[in-house]
C-alpha cells in the first residue's frame, strides 16, 4: 500500500479527503465516545471502509457475535468480509467459567458425579492471558491491514497499565512495520490520567464524539483533536447518521 493509495479513513469523503493525506501509510487512531455517543458505529464504519482492500480484524469486548454480524449489516457491510474475534466470550469460557467452577469445587467438594461427569473437551486447556492473546495475533501479521479494538476499556479493567500499554506499543509498531491501520475505541470518559489519555501519545489520530442535548434529541460533534504532526488540521464536525453511518455535514469542517 502506498502514500497515494492510501485514501480511505472512515469511507467518508468530507473527512477522508482533508485529513488522510496526513496521516502515514501505517497509523493508529484512538476514538473516544460512549456507547450512546454512536462512536461504535464510527468503529465499525472504520473497519468496513478497509473491507476489500486488505485483512480486516474487529474485536469486541462487549458485543454478542450476533448482534455485531447483525449491526455490520447494517451499514451495507458483510460480516463473513472480516473476522470477528469476540475476546469477551473467550475470557468468559477461559477464566471466568474456570472461576466458577474452581469455587463450586470449594463449596461443595467434587462428588462421584463430577468425576464421571462430561469432561467439557471443547473447552481449550491451560491459562488464558489477555495481552499474551493479542500479541500472539500480531505476531502473525506481515501484510497491511485494519484492525479494531472495541473497547480498550475491557483491557484496563482485566490487565494493569503497563500491559495494556504493550498491547498498545505492539499494535503502533505492527502498523508502522507493514503499513497497517488500526484503531483503539476507548468508552470511559477520555481525560489525561485516563485509560484514553495514556494512549493519545502514541497515537497518529486522535477523535472524540461527544453527544449534547438539542431539544428533545441529541447531536453528535466529532472532535478531531491530533492528525499527524498537523496541529492545524484538528477539526470539528457536525455528524448525521444515514442508512449506512455517519457522515459529516457539508461546509462544517472548520479549525478548532
Given at each position: 500500500?502506498?502514500?497515494?493509495?492510501?485514501?480511505?479513513?472512515?469511507?467518508?469523503?468530507?473527512?477522508?479527503?482533508?485529513?488522510?493525506?496526513?496521516?502515514?501509510?501505517?497509523?493508529?487512531?484512538?476514538?473516544?465516545?460512549?456507547t450512546?455517543?454512536?462512536?461504535?458505529?464510527?468503529?465499525?464504519?472504520?473497519?468496513?471502509?478497509?473491507?476489500?482492500s486488505?485483512?480486516?480484524?474487529?474485536?469486541?469486548?462487549?458485543?454478542?457475535?450476533?448482534?455485531?454480524?447483525?449491526?455490520?449489516?447494517?451499514?451495507?457491510?458483510?460480516?463473513?468480509?472480516?473476522?470477528i474475534?469476540?475476546?469477551?466470550?473467550?475470557?468468559?469460557?477461559?477464566?471466568?467459567?474456570?472461576?466458577?467452577?474452581?469455587?463450586?469445587?470449594?463449596?461443595?467438594?467434587?462428588?462421584?458425579?463430577?468425576?464421571?461427569?462430561?469432561?467439557?473437551?471443547?473447552?481449550?486447556?491451560?491459562?488464558?492471558?489477555?495481552?499474551?492473546?493479542?500479541?500472539?495475533?500480531?505476531?502473525?501479521?506481515?501484510?497491511?491491514?485494519?484492525?479494531?479494538?472495541?473497547s480498550?476499556?475491557?483491557?484496563?479493567?482485566?490487565?494493569?497499565?503497563?500491559?495494556?500499554?504493550?498491547?498498545?506499543?505492539?499494535?503502533?509498531?505492527?502498523?508502522?512495520?507493514?503499513?497497517?491501520?488500526?484503531l483503539?475505541?476507548?468508552?470511559a470518559?477520555?481525560?489525561?490520567?485516563?485509560?484514553?489519555?495514556?494512549?493519545?501519545?502514541?497515537?497518529?489520530?486522535?477523535?472524540?464524539?461527544?453527544?449534547?442535548?438539542?431539544?428533545?434529541?441529541?447531536?453528535?460533534?466529532?472532535?478531531?483533536?491530533?492528525?499527524?504532526?498537523?496541529?492545524?488540521?484538528?477539526?470539528?464536525?457536525?455528524?448525521?447518521?444515514?442508512?449506512?453511518?455517519?457522515?459529516?455535514?457539508?461546509?462544517?469542517?472548520?479549525?478548532?
Open positions: 500500500m502506498t502514500v497515494d493509495e492510501r485514501t480511505t479513513v472512515f469511507g467518508v469523503p468530507e473527512f477522508d479527503e482533508p485529513l488522510a493525506p496526513a496521516l502515514p501509510v501505517g497509523f493508529l487512531a484512538i476514538l473516544a465516545g460512549g450512546s455517543s454512536g462512536a461504535p458505529v464510527l468503529a465499525r464504519q472504520f473497519a468496513r471502509a478497509a473491507v476489500g486488505v485483512p480486516v480484524r474487529y474485536y469486541t469486548t462487549y458485543d454478542r457475535t450476533d448482534d455485531l454480524q447483525r449491526a455490520f449489516r447494517e451499514i451495507g457491510a458483510d460480516p463473513a468480509s472480516l473476522t474475534v469476540n475476546l469477551a466470550d473467550e475470557y468468559y469460557e477461559r477464566v471466568l467459567l474456570r472461576g466458577l467452577d474452581v469455587a463450586r469445587v470449594r463449596e461443595r467438594g467434587i462428588t462421584l458425579d463430577d468425576l464421571h461427569a462430561d469432561p467439557r473437551p471443547n473447552r481449550a486447556p491451560g491459562p488464558y492471558r489477555l495481552a499474551d492473546r493479542m500479541l500472539s495475533d500480531l505476531a502473525g501479521i506481515d501484510a497491511p491491514f485494519r484492525l479494531v479494538i472495541d480498550m476499556d475491557f483491557f484496563f479493567e482485566v490487565l494493569g497499565p503497563k500491559d495494556v500499554m504493550q498491547v498498545a506499543r505492539e499494535v503502533r509498531h505492527c502498523c508502522r512495520s507493514v503499513g497497517g491501520q488500526a483503539l475505541a476507548v468508552h470518559p477520555r481525560h489525561e490520567s485516563g485509560p484514553g489519555g495514556l494512549l493519545v501519545d502514541l497515537a497518529d489520530l486522535v477523535m472524540d464524539v461527544r453527544a449534547e442535548p438539542h431539544g428533545d434529541r441529541f447531536e453528535q460533534t466529532l472532535l478531531v483533536e491530533k492528525v499527524g504532526y498537523r496541529p492545524d488540521l484538528a477539526r470539528v464536525l457536525k455528524m448525521r447518521l444515514g442508512e449506512t453511518g455517519w457522515g459529516f455535514s457539508d461546509g462544517t469542517l472548520a479549525r478548532k
